[in-house]
Structures are given as structure tokens and as C-alpha cells.
């Protein structure tokens, strides 16, 4: 088998260590875990068999007993709930499902049951809060057989039944955007990553229209005056203003990232386009 | 083995891994995190049949395939300081070591997935390739070929930067 290429093993070399976690990396995902790890069981094999069971029979149409069987067994145990931690993303509030069974009559559970399939069906549809945070509950659709073999494979499954979980647990799917249910639900104070990392991307390719690109960069900083990638957004405010010919204002810019954070790899692009090559 | 045993033992491994298969710095606490809510939860039928290691790296590599299948389908491309950084690499002698985690990151990305799983759990990671056969679960011969294909690969990108740092 041949060997890599001297420069090439330089290279990794030379990398070796940098793609290691830092202390405080490891901590702050450790603290984030805690918050998201609610219950100390790893598994419930009875709630995994139980949302199977939700699931076929929602197949054929008959949810209604699936719903029964959910408020009648589910208080029996305490539900592994996995969110987000604060400032990873937003969470959607939990409404146990014991809150289904508080009204308690069978015709408000009846009443309720059409509102749950309808969510269930959307949750089946498109991927939720709750998958998005165990992505794998859709992944194991899109892969391959000979990924069935992996033995991480298994946790697709489990995840698929994690993310039912908590839509059984909630009760809805994304309550956030279904004020009828959930009229309480807080709005997130800051902008997700995500959503950043998407106006960002947007408004960079824009660049060749430089108003377009500004114009979205300002909505982007009305939306999220407190965003975490404020130098991504000089660097691309500071190349529009360049290339649309308002040098003296891209140079600010530029000048106040310097500043800030003169190591910054987004420097050299705004260099190399408010300064020329 | 105990959950906290665990995330100290394989942490750096999930980490690194999710790093060198993709997962922008943007999202590698998320990803971390959902590593671990997966060996939380399937911490209690680990058996022990491979290693604590390869277990990991297994999951790890699957949360990455997963936020690269993500990042697709939202027709994100890399992350914004990632996107802007000057493409030209310096004489390969004179790089930094962040440079040279720069220049490795975007060769990785131009490689085959299925190879690059393979070369980051051998070259980088140092799994035996036995061991990369169970994380990534074929056979044998398939781990040597991927090997193979991806250090060809690698190589040439390599070539290509020195070739163009040196004209």
C-alpha cells in the first residue's frame, strides 16, 4: 500500500493538535449535556415498544386508540426528554402529555385526538425541533442498507423513537408556531445560530450586488443586534461597501476589525478587496 | 462504563472526528452534544463487542454524515469565515499550524466521503484498519481500498498547493 507523501505527512503533522477540544470545550458541552439529559435512564424499552405501537396504529388510521393507550401508560414513567441547551437553539416548551389526560373526560381527549394526529402527521412530514435535535431520526430513510450494518446504525432507530417520544411528550410538534396551543410560548431573545449563519450566507451571495447584500445585512442586524458572528457581518458589510466604490467606509470598517480581531482569516479578503490585490 | 467515564474518555475522539468529517465550528457543540445524548441513550446496550472507541467514532461519524446531509439540503455552503478565507496557501515550510489545519480541512473536503471517513479514522485518528472495518461495518479490503483511493487523493491536493505556493 503506499505510503502518503512526505509533504503530505508535514502537513498532517503540523495539524496534528488543532482540531483537538479545548478544556473549556469540553466543559461547556458537558454543562450544555446536563441540561439536555433530564432523565438518568438511558433507555425505556416500554416506552420504545409504545411509541412502535403509536406509530402502526396511526398507520391504519386508528389514533384515537393509540391515544388512549398513550394517557393511560405514559404517567407510568418518567419520559426521557432531550432538548436543546440554553444558546444552542430554541426549544420548543414541553406540555406532558398528563396534561392530555388532566381534563380527564373522554370527550375532551376525543376532542384533543384529531389535534394530535394532524400534528403527528406534520411531525411525519417535516423534520421538527425535536428531530432537529437528534438528526438522525430522519437519516436512517435517506441511508443506505450497507449503512444498516453500522453499529451506529442502531441509534437511527432509537432516535426515530426519540424524537416520537417527545412528540408524544409535548403532545404538539413545534408549539412555538402553533399559537392556539401553546399561546405562552417564549420567543427566542437572540437569534439562532443557524438563522445567522443563513442571513449571513445570503447577504455574501449577494456580493455582486452590493445594495442587495448591504440591505440584507441591515435587516440581519436590526433582527439580531446581539448576534454572534459580528465579525463575519463586517467582513462582508465592509467588501460590499468596497465594491460598490464607498472605500472610505469599507477602510472603517476594515480598520475597526483590525482592532478588534487582527487575526481574524476574514481579513485578508476584505483587504485584498478594499486595498486592491 | 458509566456515562461520565465515557464522555471523558471519547470526548476529544467525538470532537475531533466531527471536526475533520466536516462539522463547521458553528455547529460543532450542537453536533458534540448530539454525539453524546446518542451514547447517553445507548450507553445501557453497549455490549462491549467493539471498543469504547470505535463505538464513538462510529456514532460520531454518522452525526457528522447527518449535519452534512443538513447543511445540503438548507443549500448552506461553509461557514462564513471559512467561505472568506484567502483559498491561496502560503509555502507549506512557513504555515502555521492553523494555516496547516486550514489547508487539511479543505483537502478533506475535497475528498470522497467514504475515503475520507477512512483516511480520518486511520491517518489522523490511528484506528487499526480492523477496527475502521467495524466503525464503518465492511470488510477488510474495503477499508485498504478507501485507504488507498484517499491518500492517492490527499496527495495530490497536497501537490497541487505546493505546486502553486511554489510558482
Known amino acids: 500500500m503506499s505510503e502518503l507523501s512526505r509533504e503530505a505527512r508535514a502537513l498532517l503533522d503540523l495539524s496534528a493538535d488543532q482540531h483537538d477540544p479545548t478544556a473549556a470545550d469540553k466543559a461547556r458541552v458537558r454543562e450544555a449535556l446536563r441540561a439536555c439529559i433530564s432523565a438518568p435512564s438511558p433507555r425505556s424499552g416500554v416506552s420504545a415498544h409504545l411509541t412502535k405501537i403509536l406509530v402502526a396504529l396511526m398507520s391504519v388510521g386508528t389514533l384515537l386508540v393509540a391515544g388512549r393507550i398513550a394517557v393511560r401508560t405514559?404517567?407510568?414513567?418518567?419520559?426521557?426528554?432531550?432538548?436543546?441547551?440554553?444558546?444552542?437553539?430554541?426549544?420548543?416548551?414541553?406540555?406532558?402529555?398528563?396534561?392530555?389526560?388532566?381534563?380527564?373526560?373522554?370527550?375532551?381527549?376525543?376532542e384533543r385526538v384529531p389535534v394530535l394526529e394532524r400534528k403527528m402527521?406534520?411531525?411525519?412530514?417535516?423534520?421538527?425541533?425535536?428531530?432537529?435535535?437528534?438528526?438522525?431520526?430522519?437519516?436512517?430513510?435517506?441511508e443506505s442498507s450497507a449503512a444498516a450494518q453500522s453499529p451506529?446504525?442502531?441509534?437511527?432507530?432509537?432516535?426515530?423513537?426519540?424524537?416520537?417520544?417527545?412528540?408524544?411528550?409535548?403532545?404538539?410538534?413545534?408549539?412555538?408556531?402553533?399559537?392556539?396551543?401553546?399561546?405562552?410560548?417564549?420567543?427566542?431573545?437572540?437569534?439562532?445560530?443557524?438563522?445567522?449563519?443563513?442571513?449571513?450566507?445570503?447577504a455574501r451571495r449577494a456580493l455582486p450586488k452590493p445594495a442587495r447584500a448591504l440591505a440584507l445585512l441591515r435587516a440581519y442586524e436590526a433582527r439580531c443586534p446581539s448576534g454572534?458572528?459580528?465579525?463575519?457581518?463586517?467582513?462582508?458589510?465592509?467588501?460590499?461597501?468596497?465594491?460598490?466604490?464607498?472605500?472610505?467606509?469599507?477602510?472603517?470598517?476594515?480598520?475597526?476589525?483590525?482592532?478588534?480581531?487582527p487575526n481574524s482569516p476574514s481579513l485578508s479578503k476584505v483587504r485584498s478587496t478594499c486595498d486592491g490585490p | 462504563v458509566d456515562f461520565d467515564a465515557a464522555y471523558q474518555a471519547?470526548?476529544?475522539?467525538?470532537?475531533?472526528?466531527?471536526?475533520?468529517?466536516?462539522?463547521?465550528?458553528?455547529?460543532?457543540?450542537?453536533?458534540?452534544?448530539?454525539?453524546?445524548?446518542?451514547?447517553?441513550?445507548?450507553?445501557?446496550?453497549?455490549?462491549?463487542?467493539?471498543?469504547?472507541?470505535?463505538?464513538?467514532?462510529?456514532?460520531?461519524?454518522?452525526?457528522a454524515s447527518d449535519y452534512r446531509r443538513k447543511k445540503r439540503r438548507r443549500g448552506m455552503e461553509m461557514e462564513i469565515d471559512e467561505s472568506i478565507i484567502d483559498p491561496r496557501p502560503g509555502p507549506l515550510e512557513q504555515a502555521s499550524r492553523a494555516e496547516a489545519r486550514a489547508i487539511v480541512d479543505q483537502i478533506l473536503d475535497e475528498l470522497d466521503v467514504k475515503?475520507?471517513?477512512?483516511?480520518?479514522?486511520?491517518?489522523?485518528?490511528?484506528?487499526?484498519?480492523?477496527?475502521?472495518?467495524?466503525?464503518?461495518?465492511?470488510?477488510?479490503n474495503t477499508v485498504y481500498s478507501r485507504l488507498r483511493l484517499g491518500r492517492r487523493a490527499f496527495d495530490a491536493a497536497v501537490a497541487r498547493r505546493v505546486s502553486k505556493g511554489g510558482a
Not at chain 1, 122 to 137: E, G, L, N, Q, V
Not at chain 1, 248 to 259: L, N, V, Y
Not at chain 2, 118 to 137: K, Q, R
Open chain 1, 121 to 142: 402527521r406534520r411531525a411525519a412530514r417535516k423534520p421538527t425541533r425535536a428531530m432537529a435535535a437528534a438528526p438522525h431520526a430522519n437519516a436512517d430513510v435517506e
Open chain 1, 74 to 110: 405514559m404517567p407510568a414513567e418518567p419520559p426521557v426528554v432531550v432538548e436543546r441547551a440554553p444558546g444552542m437553539a430554541p426549544v420548543a416548551p414541553r406540555e406532558p402529555v398528563e396534561r392530555i389526560a388532566e381534563g380527564s373526560s373522554q370527550s375532551r381527549l376525543e
Open chain 1, 152 to 202: 451506529a446504525s442502531s441509534m437511527t432507530s432509537e432516535l426515530g423513537a426519540q424524537a416520537e417520544h417527545v412528540v408524544e411528550s409535548t403532545g404538539v410538534a413545534s408549539p412555538a408556531r402553533e399559537g392556539s396551543v401553546a399561546p405562552s410560548a417564549p420567543r427566542p431573545t437572540s437569534c439562532a445560530l443557524d438563522d445567522e449563519l443563513q442571513s449571513l450566507t445570503q
Open chain 2, 115 to 140: 475515503q475520507r471517513e477512512v483516511f480520518v479514522l486511520m491517518e489522523l485518528e490511528g484506528l487499526s484498519a480492523p477496527e475502521v472495518a467495524d466503525v464503518l461495518s465492511v470488510n477488510l
Open chain 1, 228 to 261: 454572534a458572528l459580528v465579525l463575519e457581518r463586517k467582513a462582508i458589510e465592509a467588501i460590499a461597501l468596497c465594491t460598490s466604490g464607498r472605500l472610505a467606509e469599507g477602510r472603517k470598517i476594515r480598520a475597526q476589525m483590525e482592532e478588534e480581531a
Open chain 2, 10 to 63: 471519547s470526548f476529544d475522539l467525538a470532537w475531533r472526528t466531527l471536526r475533520r468529517m466536516g462539522v463547521p465550528q458553528s455547529q460543532i457543540d450542537d453536533a458534540s452534544q448530539d454525539v453524546f445524548v446518542i451514547v447517553h441513550r445507548r450507553l445501557g446496550d453497549f455490549e462491549g463487542r467493539s471498543t469504547l472507541k470505535t463505538w464513538v467514532a462510529g456514532i460520531a461519524i454518522r452525526v
